[in-house]
């Protein structure tokens, strides 16, 4: 096993943006603020469904092959209620020619594919 030596971090370092206490999250990153603000904008123009996600991977694999990595997660959520109704997750790997761009689409077209929509 390799041993590894890491330099320690110099004692000027400043935050980029203060921590919020209240939410124990940093407020850019605070996906819960950002989604109450996007309902209520939903709201006040009776939207009746809505859907958010999250990027839990996106990047390309260290090695020779360079391959695309891509991990998603979907809600679709009730706007009056705030209530989510469909979700899914998942992953994919591609080859080293593809981009991570392209496996995100192959993989949203798979997560998507189930997703029965019926107008009313």
């Known amino acids: 096993m390799p041993n590894y030596r890491f330099n320690p971090l110099p004692d000027n370092l400043q935050v980029y943006q203060d921590h919020n206490e209240k939410t124990e999250a940093w407020p850019i990153l605070d996906d819960k603020r950002h989604q109450e603000a996007a309902l209520r904008w939903a709201r006040q123009d009776n939207f009746s469904y809505g859907i958010t ?9 260290t090695g020779v092959g360079g391959e695309p990595a891509v991990g998603l997660s979907l809600r ?5 209620s705030g209530r989510v109704v469909w979700s899914a997750t998942g992953a994919k790997s591609g080859w080293g020619a593809e981009t991570v761009s392209g496996t995100a689409q192959k993989l949203l077209d798979s997560l998507l594919s189930n997703l029965e929509i019926n107008k009313f």
């Open 76 to 80: 679709i959520i009730e706007i009056p």
């Open 53 to 61: 996600g999250n990027i839990e991977e996106w990047h390309y694999k």
